[in-house]
C-alpha cells in the first residue's frame, strides 16, 4: 500500500503539483485530492491507485513498501521507525 506521505514526497521529488501528477495519471483532481488527504494508507479503487503508481514510476519515482528494499538506484529518502524513548 500506498502512503499520503509517500504521494506527497513523490510529488516534491518530482516537483509537481496535484495537478500534474492527476494529468500524468489519467485520474481527476480531486482523487488525487483524497488520496492524500486519507489516514492510513491511501484508499481508492484499484486500477486507480494502479494508474497513479505507474505514472510516478514512469516518472521515476520508485514506492518503497514497508520493510521492502530498493530496486533503484540513485538518491532517495526512506522514512525510519521511531525510536522507543525511555
Given at each position: 500500500?500506498?502512503?499520503?506521505?509517500q504521494l506527497?514526497?513523490?510529488?516534491?521529488?518530482?516537483?509537481i503539483d496535484q495537478?500534474?501528477?492527476?494529468?500524468?495519471?489519467?485520474?481527476?483532481l480531486?482523487t488525487?485530492?483524497?488520496?492524500?488527504?486519507?489516514?492510513?494508507?491511501v484508499?481508492g479503487?484499484?486500477?486507480?491507485l494502479?494508474?497513479?503508481v505507474?505514472?510516478?514510476?514512469?516518472?521515476?519515482?520508485?514506492l518503497?513498501?514497508?520493510?521492502?528494499?530498493s530496486?533503484?538506484?540513485?538518491?532517495?529518502?526512506?522514512?525510519?521507525?521511531p525510536?522507543?524513548?525511555?
Open positions: 500500500m500506498i502512503s499520503p506521505g506527497r514526497a513523490a510529488r516534491a521529488l518530482l516537483g495537478r500534474s501528477l492527476a494529468a500524468l495519471a489519467g485520474v481527476s480531486p488525487i485530492q483524497r488520496m492524500e488527504a486519507s489516514d492510513g494508507d484508499r479503487a484499484i486500477s486507480t494502479t494508474k497513479v505507474e505514472a510516478l514510476d514512469a516518472a521515476g519515482v520508485e518503497i513498501a514497508n520493510d521492502q528494499p530496486q533503484g538506484r540513485g538518491r532517495g529518502v526512506r522514512l525510519k521507525e525510536t522507543q524513548s525511555k
